[in-house]
DNA sequence: TATACTATATGTGTAAGTCATATATCAGAC
DNA sequence: GTCTGATATATGACTTACACATATAGTATA
């Protein structure tokens, strides 16, 4: 752990560019659009909950408009209800076409990630450090 | 999968943005390099050849001379033997340390993984589509 | 009327990755 | 000899996923 963040609690913080695996909130999105509609708000309190990572607005909004304009998802104005507008996403076939081909590579992904534990493991196990 | 892809057999290529896990060369990179002292070319390699990913050499030896930057692993030229002269790499301290630090985090991703396929999966076998 | 929450959005910058290309040495084919 | 291909390292231009800051507007409640 670096210096920076040594002694913190919070070990997502570290480190300056050291760690983490990134590219994740898309698929997760396309996910949760798939169990049901919802609009922006919601989505980013479902990833905030389920996956324990602080989701930046800026990012999910416009995830969001990326995958409206490559055809992902559709969007319609909610304006029923008390509250400001929100925009309600659905997502499409082709959103679901997606999701699969994203399924398949996140199950690759995590064959590599489990590999890569073994090796770690093994290799700091051994007495040979 | 994408019009662009539909029919190839290398699902890997698909789709433009749609899929993969990024972020996962750099910790490879680190592990290799605690298990013994390597050069760029042998790097790319191991890499290419446990992973079945396309390794870019402009990537991997511009990350070499950033973790050299860094302080995660140091470099002497070895001009022994025929063939172009090699720049060999070996793990520092504070690369280890980036290293645990880099696997916590990858423990972490692999389970926020296997709990996105669960839910896949639940979602498509269920036969409320 | 102040503040907090709901809701959506832009601007700027960085880091990881992609693709193309440049370079030099050496081995073997022809 | 020189041509091709493997070994070996490197730069330039570009894209994208993400981080961080900030803007905006409506609603609720104290």
């Given at each position: 752990?670096?210096d920076r963040h040594r002694g913190?609690?919070?070990?997502?913080?570290?480190?300056?560019?050291?760690?983490?695996?990134?590219?994740?909130?898309?698929?997760?999105?396309?996910?949760?659009?798939?169990?049901?509609?919802?609009?922006g708000y919601e989505l980013m309190?479902?990833?905030?909950?389920?996956?324990?990572?602080?989701?930046?607005?800026?990012?999910?909004?416009?995830?969001?408009?990326?995958?409206?304009?490559?055809?992902?998802?559709?969007?319609?104005?909610?304006?029923?209800?008390?509250?400001?507008?929100?925009?309600?996403?659905?997502?499409?076939?082709?959103?679901?076409?997606?999701?699969?081909?994203?399924?398949?590579?996140?199950?690759?992904?995590?064959?590599?990630?489990?590999?890569?534990?073994?090796?770690?493991?093994?290799?700091?196990?051994?007495?040979?450090?």
């Open positions: 752990m670096c913190q609690d919070d070990s997502r913080a570290c480190c300056p560019g050291g760690g983490r695996v990134r590219g994740f909130m898309q698929p997760k999105l396309l996910l949760l659009l798939a169990q049901r509609p919802a609009h309190e479902s990833m905030a909950q389920e996956e324990d990572t602080n989701v930046d607005p800026g990012l999910l909004y416009r995830t969001l408009r990326q995958f409206e304009e490559d055809g992902l998802v559709r969007s319609s104005w909610d304006t029923e209800g008390r509250g400001a507008a929100r925009r309600v996403y659905e997502i499409t076939d082709e959103g679901l076409e997606y999701l699969h081909a994203w399924a398949m590579n996140i199950r690759r992904t995590r064959e590599r990630l489990e590999r890569f534990l073994a090796d770690y493991q093994t290799h700091f196990a051994s007495p040979s450090k």
